[in-house]
């Protein structure tokens, strides 16, 4: 036995297997009413938040065929940025997680969506919503526990590579897309020959042609459609002011083509420009929301013996007490895919995200009477919690941080 087993007791050891199935049906209980009073006003939502990404991607783009303009690109740089955040957190990964199958509506379903991001929705859903949350936090199963290439809990072998780990971690914060995408491939079991030759070429297959989408659609398409635009409205320009001023034109038609096809030439940079930024917004935001759900000291991870002939109470207690939330406001919420819930999100992924923030305290609730802690704080908390962590376990060796301990509802004192 480790001393990071010694000193930090498992919330799984709390409690008799009598009160982690009596904890399991109270959970089940929670799912089975909301999944009852499903209706309308989900539905409404999910259309709502549909209908606010497109109005904010043809307002960006709109806004980037004037890319030469620096309001203009800002703007639409902020825009884009807005959109595909919106695209991913609040809507893509929610409906990938099939929570919004029981409207049976063909276009908002997680068997037909694809997203605007590098993974394919097959590989996402594999290893996102099957091997992630089946083994939260179990080390050496769950493969987001560091995604493979970085130290996050001290229970974790050192090997020298860990060294860069924050020289990597940067890079993952600004290509997290990417990295996740390369991630879903899964390297040891390719490693191990658990994967056909087939399989991994259909993979490889599957990443390369959203590599090319998103490529062809954010740096070569758009900014080749703002290029023309720029150039045809300059065109246009020189051709009104020769008709005001005959003889004015600097060097015939062809120097009026030439200037006008330097400023398209120029817009065509500034929107590829513009695009890669809101990519690397978009990455950063995800990375953030993502990495403070998962890795600040709260949260506890689980060897493989702890969980052997696991419980559906078990599973519950341990999606509990392996994720943390990250407090905010309404707009914070909706921009992080309800992801500041995802203590909410792991007990219950399949259900709309809308409805974490009328679970939560009855969550609490049952973590109070239970005595098992609930993992929240405020955002920069839980980041610089998180990049500590990444920091120190670079280095050999390291202790588990405290853990909190039970939940108890905060009260006004009485005097």
Request: glycine share 8%; charged share 25%; net charge neutral.
């Amino acid at each position: 036995m480790t001393a990071a087993t010694i000193e930090i007791e498992s919330p799984l050891r709390r409690l008799s297997s009598e009160q982690i199935d009596a904890l399991g049906e109270e959970f089940d209980a929670i799912r089975d009413r909301v999944r009852a009073d499903l209706g309308e006003r989900d539905r409404r939502y999910i259309e709502s938040m549909i209908e606010m990404h497109r109005r904010l991607g043809v307002i960006s783009r709109a806004l980037l065929l004037a890319s030469n303009n620096l309001p203009a690109r800002a703007a639409g740089t902020v825009a884009l940025g807005a959109a595909k955040i919106l695209e991913n957190m609040e809507i893509g990964h929610n409906v990938l997680h099939g929570q919004w199958d029981w409207m049976n509506d063909p276009r908002i379903n997680s068997s037909t969506w694809d997203w605007d991001t590098a993974s394919t929705a097959e590989a996402w859903k594999h290893s996102h919503n099957y091997v992630h949350h089946t083994f939260t936090n179990i080390r050496g199963k769950d493969k987001d526990l560091g995604y493979e290439i970085m130290r996050i809990d001290p229970e974790q072998k050192w090997h020298p590579v860990y060294l860069l780990q924050p020289i990597y971690n940067l890079l993952l914060m600004a290509f997290f897309e990417w990295g996740v995408a390369l991630h879903d491939m899964d390297y040891e079991a390719i490693r191990k020959g658990e994967k056909s030759e087939a399989e991994v070429k259909r993979q490889v297959k599957g990443i390369v042609g959203k590599a090319k989408s998103q490529i062809v659609k954010d740096y070569i398409a758009w900014p080749l459609l703002s290029g023309l635009a720029t150039a045809g409205v300059e065109l246009a320009l020189e051709s009104a002011a020769d008709r005001r001023e005959p003889g004015r034109r600097r060097g015939g038609l062809v120097g009026s083509m030439r200037r006008a096809l330097g400023k398209g030439a120029k817009a065509y940079g500034s929107t590829a420009k513009a695009n890669a930024t809101a990519n690397v917004a978009r990455n950063v935001w995800a990375y953030a929301i993502i990495f403070c759900g998962h890795f600040p000291d709260q949260t506890y991870t689980f060897s493989e013996a702890e969980v052997e002939d696991e419980s559906p109470g078990g599973w519950y207690v341990r999606q509990l007490s392996g994720s943390a939330n990250i407090e905010g406001g309404p707009f914070f919420h909706v921009a992080s895919g309800n992801l500041g819930f995802q203590v909410e999100h792991h007990l219950f992924p399949d259900l709309p995200s809308t409805r974490y923030v009328e679970i939560a305290p009855q969550v609490k609730e049952i973590c109070e009477r239970y005595g098992l802690p609930y993992n929240s704080g405020p955002f920069m908390q839980q980041l610089g919690m998180v990049q500590r962590t990444i920091l120190r376990l670079a280095l050999p060796g390291g202790k588990p941080r405290p853990k909190p301990g039970p939940y108890r509802t905060e009260k006004r004192a009485s005097l």
